[in-house]
């Protein structure tokens, strides 16, 4: 079993930065696929960033140049920095990852972006 927690969402103006943390409580080499999603109200779930095998990344397209997924092994925990935010990146982003067949996901945390 794999607990995901989320930290750093809050409310920042358009043009401004946040950074999450996801923090994982074991081993993030052992889980496969980790990355970020977001929902924002009345959307599906996204994909926004994910670390697809080893250290390679794949990114949807609105927030190339924007934002980065990186991670610390040593911490068990992978980041998000977004840059230049927008008021449409508004939503709920969540952590998940695989493990044993097993996909799971964080708690969530809100980030919205005001004009």
């Known amino acids: 079993q794999v607990q995901l927690v989320e930290s750093g969402g809050g409310l920042v103006q358009a043009g401004g930065s946040l950074r999450l943390s996801c923090t994982a409580s074991?081993?993030?080499?052992?889980?496969?696929?980790m990355g970020w999603y977001r929902q924002a109200p009345g959307k599906q779930r996204e994909l926004v960033a994910v670390?697809?095998?080893?250290?390679?990344?794949n990114y949807a397209d609105f927030v190339k140049g924007r934002f980065t997924i990186s991670r610390d092994n040593a911490k068990n925990t992978v980041y998000l920095q977004m840059n230049s935010l927008k008021p449409e990146d508004t939503a709920v982003y969540y952590c998940s990852g695989a493990y044993s067949g097993v996909r799971y996901w964080g708690q969530g945390t809100q980030v919205t972006v005001s004009e």
């Open positions: 074991r081993s993030i080499f052992s889980i496969y696929g």
């Open positions: 670390f697809i095998s080893g250290s390679s990344t």
